[in-house]
C-alpha cells in the first residue's frame, strides 16, 4: 500500500515538474498574478521600514534607493494631478483587472498573451493595494544618468511595463497559425496545404472504413 501511494506521489510530481506553460489553465495565471502582488507588497513593506519619506540610499553610481508616495499612475503619469486622480486609476485598475481575468479564461491558447496579461494583472494589484491602503503608490527604485532621474518606480510597475512590452511583441507576432495537414508536403504554402487536405476529403484512403450503422 505505502509502495503504491509512493509511486502515485511520484508519477504526479513527474507530470507537475513536466507541464508547460501552454497547458496552464486560469488557477495557474491566476495564481502567479497572485504571487506577484504577494512579492510586491512584501518588498513595499520592507522599504516602509527602513527608509523615510525623501531618504536616499547610493546603491550604484546610477542607482539608489528612494521612497517616494505617488498618487499618479506608473512612473510618475498624472502625479501631480489635483487629487482626482485616485478614485480615477481605482476605478480603471478594477476594470482592467476584471478584464484581464475574463481574457485569460477565453484564450488559454494563447501563451505569450496570457504571461503578458498575467504580469499587467499582478502589477495592477499591487499599485491598487497601494491606493486603496496608502492613499497613493509606493517607489523606490531610482535610475540616473548624468544628472537625469528616471521616475521612481517599484515591482509592480516593472511587471506591468514587461507585461506591456511582452503584449506588443505577442501583436506583431499575429495569430497563432493552425498546423499544416499532415499529408502535406514539409515547407509547402498554406494554400498547398489546402488543396492536400481538400484531396484527402473528396478521395478518402482505401484503407478507411465506412462508419458501422
Same mark, same amino acid.
Given at each position: 500500500?505505502?509502495?503504491? #501511494? +509512493?509511486?502515485?506521489?511520484?508519477?504526479?510530481?513527474?507530470?507537475?515538474?513536466?507541464?508547460?506553460?501552454?497547458?496552464?489553465?486560469?488557477?495557474?495565471?491566476?495564481?502567479?498574478? !497572485?504571487?506577484? $502582488?504577494?512579492?510586491?507588497?512584501?518588498?513595499?513593506?520592507?522599504?516602509?521600514?527602513?527608509?523615510?519619506?525623501?531618504? %536616499?540610499? *547610493?546603491? *550604484?553610481?546610477?542607482?539608489? +534607493? $528612494?521612497? $517616494?508616495?505617488?498618487?499618479?499612475?506608473?512612473?510618475? !503619469?498624472?502625479?501631480?494631478?489635483?487629487?482626482?486622480?485616485?478614485?480615477? !486609476?481605482?476605478? &480603471?485598475?478594477? /476594470?482592467?483587472? @476584471?478584464? #484581464?481575468?475574463?481574457?485569460?479564461?477565453?484564450?488559454?491558447?494563447?501563451?505569450?498573451?496570457? %504571461?503578458?496579461?498575467?504580469?499587467?494583472?499582478?502589477?495592477?494589484?499591487?499599485?491598487?493595494?497601494?491606493? +486603496?491602503? +496608502?492613499?497613493?503608490? $509606493? =517607489?523606490?527604485?531610482?535610475?540616473? %544618468?548624468?544628472?537625469?532621474?528616471?521616475?521612481?518606480?517599484? &515591482?509592480? =510597475?516593472?511587471?506591468?511595463?514587461?507585461?506591456? %512590452?511582452?503584449?506588443?511583441? =505577442?501583436?506583431?507576432?499575429?495569430?497563432?497559425?493552425?498546423?499544416?495537414?499532415?499529408?502535406?508536403?514539409?515547407?509547402?504554402?498554406? #494554400?498547398? @496545404?489546402?488543396? /492536400?487536405?481538400? @484531396?484527402?476529403?473528396?478521395?478518402?484512403?482505401?484503407?478507411?472504413?465506412?462508419?458501422?450503422?
Amino acid at each position: 500500500m505505502e509502495r503504491a #501511494i +509512493l509511486k502515485d506521489r511520484t508519477l504526479n510530481d513527474r507530470k507537475l515538474k513536466g507541464r508547460k506553460l501552454s497547458d496552464w489553465t486560469l488557477r495557474d495565471w491566476l495564481g502567479t498574478a !497572485f504571487a506577484l $502582488v504577494v512579492i510586491d507588497q512584501i518588498v513595499k513593506v520592507i522599504v516602509l521600514q527602513f527608509l523615510h519619506k525623501g531618504e %536616499v540610499i *547610493t546603491v *550604484t553610481p546610477f542607482f539608489n +534607493l $528612494v521612497l $517616494v508616495y505617488n498618487p499618479g499612475a506608473a512612473f510618475s !503619469f498624472l502625479a501631480d494631478a489635483s487629487g482626482w486622480q485616485r478614485e480615477f !486609476f481605482v476605478t &480603471v485598475a478594477l /476594470a482592467a483587472s @476584471a478584464w #484581464i481575468v475574463w481574457m485569460l479564461r477565453s484564450h488559454p491558447e494563447r501563451t505569450l498573451f496570457c %504571461v503578458a496579461l498575467t504580469l499587467v494583472l499582478g502589477g495592477a494589484i499591487g499599485n491598487l493595494i497601494d491606493r +486603496l491602503w +496608502l492613499g497613493a503608490v $509606493v =517607489d523606490f527604485l531610482d535610475f540616473h %544618468v548624468l544628472g537625469y532621474h528616471w521616475p521612481a518606480f517599484n &515591482v509592480a =510597475d516593472s511587471a506591468i511595463s514587461c507585461g506591456a %512590452v511582452l503584449l506588443i511583441w =505577442d501583436a506583431l507576432r499575429g495569430e497563432p497559425q493552425p498546423q499544416a495537414a499532415a499529408s502535406a508536403p514539409t515547407g509547402s504554402s498554406p #494554400i498547398q @496545404a489546402n488543396q /492536400a487536405n481538400q @484531396a484527402n476529403q473528396a478521395n478518402p484512403s482505401p484503407d478507411a472504413q465506412p462508419p458501422k450503422l
